[in-house]
């Protein structure tokens, strides 16, 4: 008896014909295993062994030989080739020899076969041994799938008519093979139904044939309509209700119930017994008559209810009901475990007899064989139910690009296919450490983010591991938090991670509290299955949201360009202006889009409108500076203009891109002060009218610096290298005058020119200039740092700063203008400057910047000189560092000899700078004045004034 008819028998398939071997050569190496040589091995491996072929031609002939058996399977027909490739590695051979048995009724196995050729027996043997035929298996059909649906325990026996040929598939590999052929679900699912079906009617005629014929024909219709596959369809409690009701009618009692054996909760459970209105009543499994029954496993007969001491009396006191006697017996299932138990009571004309036990056993049998049809065909409607429900999540999930909508799904079919309470999909945001979602079912929340290796879904995150958690609140890695944070308690948990093609974790798929015990294995397969078809969705809408937040991003960038950006097709329409462009034409975006450029340049531009023309088709840009534009509403621009091609990626031109560089008076002026200074002072500048560049004389501090022995570090570099060196020093100098709020006057060579107190003057002026030549020094010390690792030389500057008037303005042409500064107070920070070669110091400074700088630093005078180019002399004093820093022995024995010196006590203040010379340069300089005055004492007038000869 065969389900499918119309499959013809497969071919041989011989390995050798799949083999790039010479037949000839295939029977001399199996001529050689003599039947004394011992059992003989496989062809495969006899050939490998010969040297005939290699193991990797050997595995892919083997391969091909089995997709071909597959092939001729009904339940692999019209699956792809490819597909049909894949699926060969799981398939495994296995020879039976002739009235062997290879599947056990009862046991539990893990796997289901295809059969390849020979013929196999279904069968069962009932409670007497008998043997019941349920099916002849031939080639090309499957054995054991029902097993699939049954957690592998088999219904059936199977044993070998002939010697046959099997293809043997685990499982555990269904779920793969239904990932690359979804089609085969389905016609597994039709295979089942099929043999179920067939079942079913067979259970029915061997109880009719073997126990129904005891009692009256009256009651096989009874019997048989529990079998009914339109019942299985109504659910569990239309079943009790049609068991209660037979029951009732065919013992002849007033009242009947069917209790279920629920064992996650270790009790008996069903509707109230006829009459009382459907109401479900639970009792724990080990109490009363059902409780007896259920843990002895058999039937029992009380004539006398009330004298029966495993009686219990309180569902009567409750009811009002009398029970007098009762008959109760055990419902078990095709593999004789118990499954619940019936129980009838008060029979009509008196107590129940043995003629009534045989019948009252028959029809517990035949209530099994309904309730385990039930089950087998919930559990296929269920397994029918999920895969349909997969094959929507795929769908739903291919179907939507936006990560906020793909959650939402996500979390709605989990509840649905998991039948949990809540449901949670969190993704896996690497850059911040944290698993976020939008979306926690039934909670108030709108967004959960926590950290990545908190709680059970940072362990799964985080090991990449699946956990079935049956107490959250026992397990140490369970976060409560969010349960406090919502009211909601977390009872059943069950957590798989969402891997990406790499195998690196992505996402948690999270449900929590199943409605009906807690997650089973199947669960975990399910939940494995549905996060493979949400990782392929999740990759695409993170895919998208990326380059949304890119296009976003490019967007945001035009938009903050000072440049205006006029973007075109071919036709020379309009399909993108930026905000500056809307602010030089003088229009809103909505009047430019889609309209044609010379339009919306308006008429009297023709020589930025020829530039389009120019660039067409050139792959170039061309450009034009300081054109006159003048906007249909406005008044005249001077700009540069640039035009290029915009092309896809096969070089085609798609339009072209405009853009105009707004050079007039103040765009000038702001490009001009750009350089010199930081941009919110220029903000502030060009805001305030009554501040203007020109010819302003102020009190301002100067501050200049010089590279010592630029000329030997220059000598050793390229002039490629000179720049780049130069960039790099200039980069962290300017910076630092910005930073402080300073202007950058101007580039002198390896020199630099800032001012502070200029265009806007502070109170604090010579104090951030100070401040400035202090952080100078300190961002020096790490770039020396690093050329002393480079086994460079290390760079040392000197810095002058002076207080003084100066006058400050604009320079040049109205194309081209500089600011500068000029005066006294410039020439003497410059002279500052050049001592620091003299006295070996860094930071020189005017006792004018000394006296308004305030008293954060630590100063000292080191000299009273009379620079060149000025009359009148200046006390020099030196920048130690900030308040507070310790000053060296040599720096302070320099200020005790520093005043004998002026007191002429020349060979006291010698032997004092002595002390210092060797750490100290001011000490050496006063040294050798002091040696010399010593052999040349100074003229009677002397006033302790330096001339300085040289800048």
Known sequence: MSVQTDIAPPPSNRLGEYLDVPEQRIVEALEKWAPAVGPRPKIGQILTDAGLVERDALIDALHRQRRDRLRACALFAGVREKTLLQLAPMAHEVSVRAGHQFIFQDQVERHFFVTVSGRALVYRTDESGAEVELNVNGPGEPLGELGYFAGGRRSASARAMEDIELLQIDYADLSRCFDLAPELAIKLLDTVSERLRRQSRLYEESTHGRQLAERSLRHLSDFLNLSEASALGQGIEKLIEQVVHTASH??????????????????????????????????????????????????????????????????????????????????????????????????????????????????????????????????????????????????????????????????????????????????????????????????????????????????????????????????????????????????????????????????????????????????????????????????????????????????????????????????????????????????????????????????????????????????????????????????????????????????????????????????????????????????????????????????????????????????????????????????????????NQGVLDKFMGDALMAVFGVPVARDDDAERCVRTALGMLQRLEGLNTLRLRQKLMPIRVGIGINTGEITSGNLGSEKRMEFTVVGDGVNVSSRLEGLNKVYGTQILVSEATRDVAGGGFETREVDLVRVKGRIEPLRVHEVVGPTGVRWTPGQARFTEGYELYHERRFAEASKIFAEGARSDGPCKVFYDRCRTFLREPPPPDWDGVWEALHK
Not at 477 to 494: M, Q
Not at 557 to 577: F, G, H, P, Y
Not at 649 to 674: F, H, K, P, W, Y
């Open 250 to 739: 065919v013992m002849q009692a007033d009242r009947a119930t069917l209790f279920l054996l629920d064992r996650t909760h270790n009790q008996l459970w069903s509707l109230v017994a006829e009459d009382e209105g459907g109401r479900q009543i639970r009792i724990p499994a080990d109490a009363g008559i059902a409780g007896w029954v259920i843990q002895n496993g058999e039937v029992l007969n009380v004539p006398d209810a009330y004298a029966d001491a495993r009686f219990n009396r309180e569902v009567d006191l409750k009811t009002g009901y009398r029970t007098r006697n009762l008959l109760c017996g055990p419902v078990r299932g095709f593999s004789g475990e118990l499954m619940g138990v019936v129980q009838v009571i008060n029979r009509s004309d008196g107590a129940f007899r043995e003629e009534d036990e045989r019948l009252f056993k028959a029809f517990c049998h035949q209530a099994a064989v309904a309730v385990e049809n039930y089950n087998l065909y919930s559990r296929l409607m269920d397994s029918h139910r999920k895969m349909a429900a997969m094959l929507e999540v795929a769908n739903t999930a291919n179907d939507t690009l936006d990560l906020e909508s793909l959650i939402h799904k996500v979390v709605e079919k989990l509840i649905e296919i998991l039948g949990c309470d809540r449901a949670s999909f969190f993704v896996l945001d690497r850059e911040a450490s944290e698993l976020w979602s939008m979306d926690a079912h039934g909670s108030e929340l709108k967004q959960i983010r926590f950290p990545a290796n908190v709680g059970l879904a940072g362990h799964v995150a985080t090991s990449g591991d699946i956990l079935n958690i049956a107490d959250a609140y026992g397990d140490p890695r369970f976060n409560p938090e969010i349960d406090r944070r919502t009211g909601y308690r977390t009872r059943t948990v069950l957590a798989a991670p969402v891997l990406n093609r790499e195998g690196d974790v992505i996402g948690v798929t999270q449900a929590i509290n199943k409605k009906e015990g807690r997650f089973e294995s199947g669960d975990e397969e399910l939940l494995q299955a549905l996060c493979s078809q949400i990782a392929v969705a999740l990759e695409n809408a993170q895919l998208y949201a990326r380059s949304v937040d890119m296009r976003n991003y490019l967007d945001n960038v035009q938009q903050s360009i000072s440049n205006a950006i006029i973007s075109l097709d071919n036709e020379r329409r309009v399909i993108t202006v930026n905000r500056a462009a809307c602010e030089l034409l003088h229009r809103d975006e909505g009047a430019c889009l889609g309209r044609d450029l010379a339009e919306v340049l308006g008429t009297g531009n023709e020589a930025v409108l020829g530039l389009i023309d120019e660039v067409a088709g050139e792959k170039t840009r061309v450009s034009r500076y300081d054109l006159s534009f003048t906007p249909a509403e406005g008044s005249r621009h001077s700009v540069n203009v640039h035009a290029l091609d915009l092309n896809d990626a096969e070089g085609e031109q798609q339009g072209s891109v405009l853009v105009l560089e707004d050079i007039t008076q103040e765009m000038r002026v702001r490009s001009t002060l750009n350089r010199y200074m930081a941009s919110d002072l220029v903000d502030q500048i060009l805001a305030e009218p009554e501040l203007h560049l020109g010819g302003t004389r102020t009190t301002a501090s100067v501050l200049f610096c010089d590279i010592r022995d630029f000329t030997s570090l220059s000598e050793r570099l390229s002039a490629d290298g000179t720049m780049e060196f130069l960039n790099s020093y200039f980069t962290l100098m300017v910076d630092e005058v910005f930073g």
